[in-house]
């Protein structure tokens, strides 16, 4: 019951370093799993010889115009010769998938496992019994959460009818603790992600920095990750209205190598997320890997990723006053920036580390 197949089928490259990819490589390379993940074909995958060297892909084809029956299609073609499918987000389509798998399983007297990976924000929460009520969720064996608040509301409102286990996204490349020294690190803060989308709203990380930069003025502020027109053009009109932000704000663009990327976050004491709304962001993980301390808005995880705000600091949406009172009290605290420096990579490596997240997976496998 080693066989396992993650249908995914907008994946990207990026996706592969995430936990779409991540799941089944680690499954594959220290579990003894034979792991396979199958998507449409959307561009180039050059990480399934880097960082997920191991992994099978299946394209699906595309044979249809809608994408469902193509998927369908593809289950119909390929499901003897897997144990397990995971499916991705609280749709119809992904439990349409896993109750299809399980039935031609079933009909073919092979014994199986359906997976359904919520990867779902704060918008769960409002969720109702009823909406489930005609959702047949019963062959799905397994249901998991990524954060505790989400697992916690499904399961004491009972809005599956069935337990959701807690697996918190990870990160497999932890880095060494003598390759980090907080004293080396820059007056620096960073966000990642696409920058200038509207969810990432990183113009109220633009607008609490020009606050706070009035008041502290040895902190540079850096956006990594391809900018849209219309966020560089309101960064420059920014900087014009404002000359004492003048070389201190970049857009340094798209990084592709982890390596680099990882550099920045170890350069970097402070990382902001300013998003309405995430799932699990991976920038979270990469940040406590890096020695960051957190400030970010209430989107999903925030609280366990910074043990509710113990190690980190929790702001509202849309609070540029906010944002530039928790940037001039976190800078103003070395030693409290020292310190969630130690106890975010504690957490790291207890709490969302692939390794053992993976191996807590396989049990759940392994028991049913």
């Known amino acids: 019951m080693k066989r396992f197949l993650t249908i ?8 592969l370093t995430k936990d779409v990819g991540m799941i089944p490589y680690v499954l594959f390379k220290e579990y003894g799993y034979q792991s396979t993940i199958a998507s449409f074909e959307n561009g180039s995958y050059p990480y399934l010889n880097s960082e997920v060297k191991g992994l099978s892909q299946k394209i699906i084809p595309r044979k249809f115009k809608n994408s469902n029956l193509n998927v369908a299609l593809f289950i119909l073609k390929n499901y003897r010769q897997y144990d397990i499918l995971q499916c991705y987000h609280p749709k119809m389509e992904s439990v349409f998938f896993l109750n299809f798998f399980k039935l031609l399983k079933c009909l073919s007297l092979q014994k199986s496992i359906a997976f359904l990976k919520l990867d779902a924000n704060n918008t769960i929460l409002e969720l109702r019994k009823n909406r489930w009520k005609n959702l047949s ?8 959460s990524e954060v505790l608040e989400i697992q916690t509301h499904l399961n004491q409102n009972n809005i599956f009818e ?3 286990v807690y697996l918190p996204n990870g990160i497999n490349k932890i880095n060494k603790d003598n390759q980090l020294n907080f ?3 820059k007056n620096l803060i960073i966000t990642v992600g696409r920058i200038g989308s509207s969810e990432k709203n990183n113009e109220l990380l633009l607008e609490g920095f020009k606050l706070f930069a009035q008041k502290e003025p040895s902190y540079l502020l850096e956006f990594v990750g391809e900018p849209t ?7 420059q009109n920014l900087i014009e209205r404002n000359p004492f932000l003048k070389g201190r704000i970049t857009l340094s663009g798209l990084i592709q190598d982890k390596e680099l990327l990882n550099d920045k976050f170890v350069a970097a004491k402070i990382f902001v997320l300013s998003s309405v709304y995430e799932g699990f962001p991976l920038v979270f993980l990469e940040a406590l890997n890096g020695g960051c301390t957190i400030i970010t808005t209430p989107v999903s995880a925030a609280n366990d990723i910074t043990e509710n705000g113990e190690i980190g600091t929790i702001i509202p949406f ?6 530039s009172k928790a940037l001039l009290e976190t800078t103003q605290n070395e030693s409290k920036m020292k310190d ?3 106890k975010g990579r504690t957490l790291l490596k207890k709490q969302f580390n692939w390794s053992l997240i993976c191996g807590n997976l396989d049990k759940l496998l392994q028991s049913q």
């Open 8 to 15: 995914f089928p907008p994946c990207e490259n990026v996706h």
């Open 137 to 144: 969720l019963l062959p799905i064996n397994l249901i998991s």
């Open 162 to 164: 069935k337990k959701v």
């Open 183 to 185: 004293e080396n690190k």
């Open 229 to 235: 027109d219309e966020f560089r053009q309101l960064t």
């Open 318 to 323: 849309n609070d540029a006053n906010a944002l």
């Open 340 to 342: 969630n420096f130690e």
